[in-house]
């Protein structure tokens, strides 16, 4: 085994092995699985007579002592009681899971060559068909280096012991080799006497075959042997025969069987009794090899040479039948009847390994469609290593966690009609974030003033922005990014106020006049200009004035319509800002602000984050921004443009933005909208109104099953999550506690705590 991970199984064969993702295929719709399983027939074409393949996908136990006593997030700092407590409700409910198995994907391919350099080039070549048939139905591929692999290798050798060494050990001084890092201290080749097991450093083990298959495959046949809540794993081995080869192979049985029926007859006739009749095992063997030589000839199929093996380990001999008879009930329930192997178990455990290698001579012929059908991909689980708790899995009540940093674009919107749960799973989403992440900084747009309750208990600050504040934000400040050049600071201000100006507009969805935006781009420049005499900045004041002093009409029109904001009672935003954001945890409360002037609001705020996360990215902090209602950024063209662009730009400059919306219908009727939700790797799917679900249906291309997940038969806190390419079902049950009192919102029980706050604080006073 070499560092990188690539291995001399036998002299003269190298094998690499890739580790790929889960997708939802079980619950996708009927094209999107046909769509996968297309990809998944040219990844096996792909692959030439000289490459031997083998598909792994293996169930390990999550160790017992890390059941229940699992450290999600570090207990340190302001936030160490809230992290305790979540710790403890999330091992509770790791008890709940039906299985707590870890489940792997590997796909290990093997070539013949002189040396281990000529090896290098044909594996790479294989890595890079196969990575890019995988990338076609969005499974991630990551190449195992020296110690991952070992590492892989050991879970079926040593289960619930890591490699007895680290890959440092190895060395020319030490005499250690690879595989003296995996192997187990005994291995039992005929345990009591049996010749159907073996038993390892004490566990018993057993590999089984596949040895005949039905008429007709599912592709289920695979998934519901691997959705078994048992540890095991599941290997098939693939080599591709030459097409020619193929059909010569083919058409030698069929003469072979033309023989045997021509002797049938001959026999018949001799007989006295009619030619025509056969032995029915032999006309259905003829029509089988006569379709099998037609999707060679005719269908663009390849045949192939493949062998399906399944291993499983128990403590006791007693558990491990139980776990035989689960296996070969599934496997005969999807038309596979499972066989064990005699006198060949050391074989068979070496055949299941990752390496590539088949060592069992048991197997059958099998064309492209065949192999493909057997899909990998069972219930999509979500365990992202580093991540936050999202609820659990429906279908196994394993917990659901994700990474969204882990993501190829963390973006992510959550949506939800009123009392679906929605605000719940926000907050403990934000929580999820704050201790999850320790060193970034979060900020949240706070219309209903509701998320104060979990950001003070973990030392944040709340800007409140209104009438009677003393917090005031300028949307011209550039504090954060003095450091741009002058150019660069303007060229987005100018965007910026051009949504400003639509913000004022009571037109709706009518766009800015050309005219409009050359004159607020001109007086834009024109204050920063002004100011840079002073070293100050510009405010509302200031553009009302120059807007003031243009020669047009439309300037004044404009003027008129900034007037409110810069002079007057409602003048809040025409001043210097004087809010401090370098707190981590910022919530901007805006429930003081009217409608009409929150979206006027929200778009300042937008300019101050957008300047702290340019501040941020330069000292390698990522910046999360939480935007609750939306929906209110669509409502002009403009504003749309200005925010889609602050969307886009924020992902390269290690913003993670997350939409919140009750009304997911006017959000999505904007094109900008859809593309930013389709650009988006996280979403997170509540209860919706039949109209609102038809929206997401139409959008995300989910299946009837996944629509269900969504529609209003559902409870609260149940729905779906889209995570990258996984679709995973949830439900959150959360236990009643401090962390529920941080993150609920039902009026019916706010009440009665605010009312017990209200008279422990009278009784201190008194």
């Not at 070549?125 to 020296?146: F, K, Y």
């Not at 006497?193 to 298959?213: P, V």
């Not at 083919?250 to 021509?262: F, G, N, P, S, T």
């Not at 009440?751 to 009784?763: D, L, M």
Request: hydrophobic letters at 35%; glycine letters at 8%; aromatic letters at 8%.
């Amino acid at each position: 085994m070499w560092a990188d991970g690539i291995c001399e199984v036998d002299p003269g064969l190298f094998s690499q092995t890739l580790q790929f993702s889960d997708i939802s295929y079980q619950s996708a719709r009927r094209e999107a699985k046909e769509s996968v399983f297309s990809a998944w027939c040219q990844l096996f074409d792909s692959i030439g007579e000289d490459v031997a393949l083998q598909l792994s996908v293996v169930n390990t136990p999550i160790p017992a002592e890390e059941i229940g006593h699992r450290s999600f997030f570090a207990e340190d700092g302001r936030t160490a009681a809230l992290a305790e407590e979540y710790n403890r409700i999330l091992n509770d409910k790791m008890r709940e899971g039906v299985s707590n198995l870890v489940r792997s994907r590997y796909i290990t391919f093997s070539v013949g060559a002189r040396d281990v350099e000529s090896a290098v080039p044909r594996l790479a070549r294989v890595r890079g068909d196969v990575t890019q048939s995988l990338q076609r139905i969005r499974c991630d591929a990551t190449p195992l280096d020296g110690p991952a692999r070992l590492r892989a290798i050991a879970e079926l050798l040593r289960p619930g012991n890591p490699p007895a060494a680290g890959w440092e050990a190895l060395g020319a001084t030490s005499g250690l080799r690879a595989k003296d890092l995996v192997c187990p201290n005994c291995i039992e080749a005929k345990p009591e006497g049996s010749a159907t097991c073996l038993r390892i450093d004490g566990k018993w083990c057993q590999t089984l075959a596949f040895r005949s298959f039905g008429s007709e495959l599912s592709d289920r046949c695979v998934a519901e042997i691997v959705d078994l809540p048992i540890p095991l794993a599941v290997s098939l081995h693939v080599r591709g025969m030459d097409k020619s080869r193929a059909i010569a192979f083919v058409k030698k049985r069929l003469a072979w069987m033309d023989k045997e029926i021509i002797d049938e007859q001959m026999t018949a006739v001799k007989r006295g009794y009619d030619f025509d009749i056969l032995p029915s095992e032999l006309k259905y063997s003829k029509a089988e090899a006569e379709d099998l030589l037609d999707h060679l000839q005719n269908k663009n199929q390849r045949l192939f040479r493949y062998t399906g093996l399944v291993y499983t380990y128990a403590d006791t001999r007693e558990a491990l039948r139980n776990q035989v008879e689960q296996i070969m009930r599934t496997a005969r329930s999807n038309s596979i009847d499972v066989g064990t192997l005699d006198y060949r178990q050391r074989e068979g455990l070496n055949s299941v390994l990752p390496l590539g290698a088949n060592r069992v001579e048991v197997g059958r012929m099998m064309t492209t469609a065949e192999v493909a059908i057997q899909m990998p991909f069972a219930t999509q689980e979500l365990n992202q290593e580093g991540g936050g708790y999202y609820g659990q899995n429906k279908e196994s009540s394993n917990l659901v966690i994700c990474n969204r940093r882990s993501l190829a674009s963390p973006m992510g919107f959550v949506a939800g009609k009123p009392g679906s749960g929605k605000s719940f799973s926000t907050k403990r989403e934000i929580l999820n974030t704050i201790l999850a992440y320790p060193t970034d900084q979060v900020i949240i747009f706070d219309p209903a003033g509701e998320y104060s309750a979990v950001t003070e208990p973990c030392g944040g600050t709340t800007i409140r922005l209104g009438p009677d504040s003393d917090s005031h934000l300028n949307p011209f400040d550039l504090t954060d990014v003095a450091d741009l050049s002058p150019s660069a600071q303007r060229a987005f201000k100018i965007d910026a106020f051009l949504a400003l100006s639509a913000a004022t507009m009571s037109e709706g969805s009518q766009g800015l006049p050309e005219a409009d935006k050359s004159i607020i781009a001109r007086c834009v420049e024109a204050c920063y200009e002004g100011r840079s005499g002073d070293g100050g900045t510009p405010t509302l004041g200031d553009l009302y004035e120059k807007l003031l002093a243009q020669e047009e009409r439309e300037a004044r029109d404009i003027a008129l319509r900034y007037e409110r904001y810069a002079v007057g009672a409602q003048s809040f935003f025409s001043h210097e800002s004087d809010v401090d954001l370098s707190n981590r945890i910022v919530d901007i409360d805006l429930r003081d602000l009217t409608s009409n002037l929150r979206t006027f609001g929200m778009l300042t705020a937008l300019e101050s984050v957008r300047n702290r996360m340019y501040s941020n990215y330069e000292r390698g902090v990522t910046t999360w921004l939480y935007i609750d209602e939306v929906q209110s950024l669509f409502e002009h063209p403009a504003i749309v443009s200005y925010f889609s662009r602050f969307w886009a730009e924020g992902r390269k400059f290690g913003l993670v933005a997350t939409g919140i919306t009750q009304n997911s219908v006017y959000m999505l009727e904007h094109e900008e909208a859809r593309n930013m939700v389709l650009n988006s790797d996280f979403i997170l799917l509540h209860k919706q109104s039949p109209v609102d679900r038809r929206a997401w249906v139409d959008l995300l291309g989910l299946s009837e099953q996944e629509s269900r997940y969504i529609d209003e038969s559902i409870k609260p806190g149940e729905g779906l999550l889209v995570a990258g390419g996984a679709r995973v079902p949830i439900k959150d049950d959360f236990p009643r506690g401090a962390l529920y009192d941080l993150f609920n919102t039902k009026p019916s029980e706010q009440a009665p705590r605010r009312r017990r706050r209200k008279a422990t604080t009278r009784k201190a006073e008194r």
